[in-house]
């Protein structure tokens, strides 16, 4: 039976639960629940009475699984695995029950999942990996996942594991092999764009891009005839990781440019690579630098004592060490007592660059604990405090989350005095010199009280720091440092906005800071930030809602100072007022409803904005959710007419016409949806199948549940969702049992893959593992 048949049949009372295929009479014998067939569900679980298979005969599992290539099942019977391993089992197994080469099957076949559940249990494996193969967590290991990845094909799931791979088990820093393994991969591909990017971030995860590297970029850009404006950018980013003069890359850009049958340009590529870089060129040996990088090669791959003792060899042979060295050795980690042995054994004093490589090492790998221990170790050693230091400390805390707590503002408003008293102000004017670029000054900097005054912002104690935020001020004049970004001017504004009196005050508040002199004039992302502000303040009862007066006034200073208005303009504050519709109590839902309205005017009127469907779809979503079901409904014909629904918009209305009882209206939605061709997702059934338990048509749910959804499409089945829906409106008249039952005779796939407990049910019948097989 088609949906539109199902509709049309449903517009009226429930009827009998009919299907081409089966007789009336039989279906209501399938559907029938005998007293005795409920028991077995409604009996209480009792865990000692599950099956617990042996090791081995999981392993046998994950080795077919493996064979396979069965993902799902590969969850299963880890999880089993890991229960044996680390509960009951714990003291009877002692030997690994699988081999390394077989991990990394597994790893591989998750890997190329690339599903969220799959990397989380990479993650896991890789956790637990020597009490599962005996082995340790190496480069071999993030070797193959990589491959996996990349076998996967999402470029930006490979970006994101690279990126956080020092936060990972053993805090293993990517090494240039797997980086390269990536841009290859992303050259081939044609991803000349995302490649860039990828290069540009890189440097995060504490490996930095080589000539090597950008040989690579430029392949892409060759491969793909990019215009001679990429080009250019990408020797600003050669130029931004301080790369040096190399002739062999000289030539492989000149021969570039031949092939393409570009002479002209090839010698004009060449001219302007040697004059960018050639100043940078480092009069060095060639042996030296040799001997460098066999020091940092052999401290990555060999460790820190194998690497003194390479440096011991070579100062024999007549090698000079220099303090340059201490940086090669501890470059990728954050371990103090590293530093300390390379010290004691080459004589060399460690420098506060060497001491903030370690504070940005253990910053990088989440160790903000052991950062903060670092630091203060250096101020025991003599190190005076410098912004290298600080600054990844100070970022770290004040980034952590949108919502921050007292203590960790407060360490880092601890650390900014510090580096205040190290420069104080008098001695700040009398040194003044300009700065190298990309180099932090010796004091506090502009980039550290933006990120002060960010913290600020989003504290839920603003009022305290609120005195704080004019000292932090008057520091900055005294040491003639100006705002730089206007994400901190729009973070200074969030702080006297939110301690304001009123939505007057607050707006003019918000003024005061923008006319400051010479503060850079706020974009477009500090504007939706001051927006997000203004949607939250509150001040008493007779201000609870939104200004939305207010609100467009901003919006209003946005379009004077030439800021595009985009959707997240109108978002911000249709989506908080769908939010208070949850919160506010029905006296006030008239005023919360009148906001809504105002909102859809200036958004109906601004002759500069094209609304898109994701934006008109939350002002739909915004009136059903404050009561107005016929505003919603107006806006879902305007997007049907229009054609400029989705799967999203169609979930709306229905869940619309759900709340407000509008059955015939529901159907009718339908109805022509079917005419149309469309065909619903997951998300849509779903939504449907609430629709109608929410009207009082349990049973016809269930039937198109068991027989009718996604019957013509192979990818949508009911899935747990599904069945959490029917059991939440079941239990209003006690027939959990009776859904159950059914789920389990249509759908017995489904029924076996279902939690023990859905919604405080109990199934009580399956304990035994299922095979995957």
């Not at 014909?637 to 869940?655: C, K, P, W, Y």
């Not at 039937?703 to 019957?711: A, D, F, I, S, T």
Request: proline share 5%.
């Amino acid at each position: 039976m088609s949906l539109s048949r199902t509709v049309v049949r449903l517009r009226y009372p429930a009827g009998s639960f009919t299907r081409p295929v089966l007789r009336p009479s039989t279906l209501r014998r399938f559907f029938r629940v005998k007293r005795d067939q409920r028991r077995f569900l409604t009996t209480k679980h009792t865990s000692s009475l599950s099956y617990i298979p042996d090791v081995g005969i999981i392993v046998d599992k994950i080795r077919r699984c493996i064979s396979t290539q069965n993902v799902g099942a590969l969850h299963q019977q880890f999880y089993g695995l890991f229960r044996m391993l680390s509960g009951e089992g714990k003291d009877k197994h002692t030997t690994p029950p699988l081999t390394e080469g077989e991990i990394h099957n597994v790893l591989l076949s998750l890997a190329s999942s690339g599903r969220h559940h799959d990397l989380d249990m990479v993650v896991k494996i890789l956790l637990d990996l020597p009490m599962l193969c005996g082995a340790e967590v190496g480069v071999k290991e993030y070797n193959v996942i990589l491959r996996g990845l990349i076998k996967n094909g999402n470029a930006q799931t490979i970006l994101n594991w690279l990126m956080d791979m020092p936060q990972k088990p053993k805090n293993i820093t990517p090494t240039l092999v797997q980086w390269h393994m990536f841009f290859e991969w992303c050259a081939e591909a044609g991803m000349a764009k995302l490649l860039h990017h990828s290069v540009s971030k890189m440097h995060r995860s504490g490996r930095r891009p080589t000539v090597k590297t950008f040989e690579i970029l430029f392949k892409a850009h060759f491969d793909t005839g990019a215009p001679i404006k990429k080009f250019y950018d990408s020797l600003d980013l050669m130029d931004n990781n301080s790369l040096t003069y190399d002739e062999n890359f000289a030539n492989f850009l000149y021969d570039g440019f031949v092939k393409l049958g570009l002479a002209d340009r090839a010698q004009e590529m060449k001219n302007v690579y040697w004059k960018r870089f050639s100043k940078k060129s480092r009069a060095t040996d060639p042996e030296v630098i040799e001997r460098m990088e066999s020091i940092e090669r052999e401290a990555e791959q060999n460790g820190i004592v194998a690497a003194v003792n390479l440096c011991k060899s070579l100062q024999r042979d007549g090698f000079t060490l220099v303090p340059h060295i201490l940086t090669l050795l501890i470059r990728r980690t954050h371990r103090l007592d590293y530093l300390r042995y390379a010290e004691a054994e080459l004589h060399i004093k460690a420098s506060l660059i060497h001491w903030a490589i370690l504070v940005s090492n253990a910053v990088r790998a989440g160790d903000l604990t052991g950062a903060l221990s670092i630091y203060e170790e250096s101020k025991s050693s003599g190190i005076t405090p410098g912004a290298p230091l600080i600054h990844p400390i100070v970022n770290a805390l004040c980034t952590t989350s949108s919502s921050l707590d007292d203590a960790a503002i407060d360490r880092a408003l601890e650390l900014y005095k510090d580096l205040a008293e190290a420069a104080p102000v008098p001695q700040f004017k009398q040194e003044q010199q300009p700065q190298p670029e990309h180099r932090h000054s010796p004091g506090p900097d502009a980039n550290l009280y933006n990120i002060l005054f960010r913290a600020f912002g989003v504290s839920k104690n603003v009022r305290k720091y609120f005195p704080i935020a004019h000292s932090l001020l008057e520091d900055m004049d005294a040491r003639k440092i100006e705002l730089s970004s206007p994400m901190a001017v729009a973070s200074l504004a969030i702080v006297v906005m939110r301690c304001a009196s009123s939505f007057d005050d607050a707006l003019k508040a918000y003024k005061r800071i923008c006319k400051r002199p010479n503060v850079p004039p706020i974009d477009a992302k500090g504007y939706q930030a001051i927006l997000s502000t203004l949607t939250r303040l509150s001040f008493g009862h007779r201000e609870k809602l939104p200004s939305v007066w207010h609100y467009f006034e901003v919006v209003k200073d946005m379009r004077t100072a030439g800021v595009e208005i985009t959707a997240p303009v109108y978002t911000i504050l249709i989506r908080h007022l769908a939010l208070l519709s949850a919160e506010l109590p029905r006296e006030e839902r008239d005023a919360l409803a009148a906001a809504v309205r105002r909102a859809h005017d200036h958004l109906t009127l601004d002759p500069s904005f094209t609304p898109d469907t994701v934006l008109w779809n939350q002002l739909m979503d915004c009136y059903q959710r404050v009561g107005l079901f016929a505003e919603a409904y107006r806006v879902w014909e305007m997007l049907f007419i229009t054609g400029r629904f989705n799967q999203a918009s169609v979930a709306i209305i229905i869940d619309a016409c759900g709340f407000a009882n509008a059955w015939p209206m529901a159907a009718q939605v339908c109805l022509k949806l079917t005419k149309h061709g469309f065909k619903f997702n997951l998300r849509a059934w779903n939504t449907w199948i609430e629709c109608m338990c929410r009207v009082g048509k349990l049973d016809d749910a269930l039937k198109v549940v068991c027989l009718e959804m996604g019957k013509d499409q192979p990818n949508i089945k009911p899935d747990v969702n599904t069945v959490k829906v029917l059991l939440s409106f079941a239990a209003r008249t006690n027939q959990q049992d009776e859904v159950m039952d059914r789920i389990k005779r249509y759908l017995p796939q489904l029924w076996h893959t279902l939690p023990t407990e859905i919604n405080g049910y109990l199934i009580r019948e399956r304990t035994a593992v299922v095979d995957p097989k």
